[in-house]
């Protein structure tokens, strides 16, 4: 469990650093604090911002993730706001009010592609800069369960290749359990980024050969 933290945020730090030049550049041309809605974010995530400090940063997020372990850190806390609401529709938050719109490994866990398209919307609306950041399908290890190839399989096999492998967390579930588990996660490949948000620059992260994750930005 430890490797696995460690490589997670190795990967985190190192995506973060593209983060936060855009953060620096974006608050030089301002030439003051940043605007910062973190849709789906928490505290843990800022913690490899080293610029965060330009920002005032608000955590919009739904009520039973507030209560999550990454919200339970006063110290980490003290420096967020906290916005409760649906990232798939955002009413409260008015058209281009925040200077950046952040999302992070979020997307994919809006489980249908209508879910998708609105929470794309939503942030593109409401940011007059966006940073969305989505794991690749194109990388062979799924990185929720730290397996090769499991997305890859259909549902059915990847449900038993999970209870095979991580027995001791999967092996007590119901059907309808993992059933519902599986279906909340859908990794998005590029081609389904770019569909999400036309016109937007679309790279890649890049590991050894392979794609890691995608981000859109403008």
């Not at 400090?53 to 110290?75: G, P």
């Not at 420096?79 to 009010?97: H, K, L, V, W």
């Not at 209508?114 to 409401?126: F, G, H, P, S, Y």
Request: aromatic share 10%.
């Amino acid at each position: 469990m430890l490797n696995r933290r460690k490589l997670q945020l190795y990967f985190r730090k190192r995506r973060n650093a593209a983060l936060d030049r855009v953060i620096r550049d974006l608050h030089a041309r301002k030439g003051d604090t940043l605007q910062v809605l973190d849709v789906g974010g928490s505290p843990f995530f800022w913690e490899t911002v080293p610029s965060r400090a330009l920002c005032e940063i608000t955590l919009f997020n739904q009520d039973e993730a507030l209560e999550s372990r990454d919200f339970r850190i006063s110290e980490m806390n003290a420096a967020y706001r906290f916005q409760t609401g649906n990232g798939c529709d955002m009413p409260e938050i008015a058209d281009a009010s925040v200077d950046l719109v952040v999302c992070n490994s979020v997307i994919e866990h809006t489980v249908l592609w209508a879910n998708m398209q609105a929470m794309a919307r939503e942030l593109v609306r409401v940011g007059k800069h966006g940073w969305v950041q989505v794991p690749a399908h194109e990388f062979p290890v799924e990185p929720h369960y730290m397996l090769p190839i499991v997305h890859w399989l259909s549902v059915p096999n990847r449900i038993g290749l999970l209870r095979l492998l991580r027995r001791g967390t999967f092996g007590g579930k119901s059907a309808s359990e993992m059933r519902t588990l599986i279906e909340k996660v859908n990794l998005l490949t590029g081609r389904e980024m770019k569909a999400l948000f036309p016109g937007k620059s679309c790279f890649r992260e890049r590991f050894l050969l392979f794609t890691k994750s995608h981000i859109v930005s403008w």
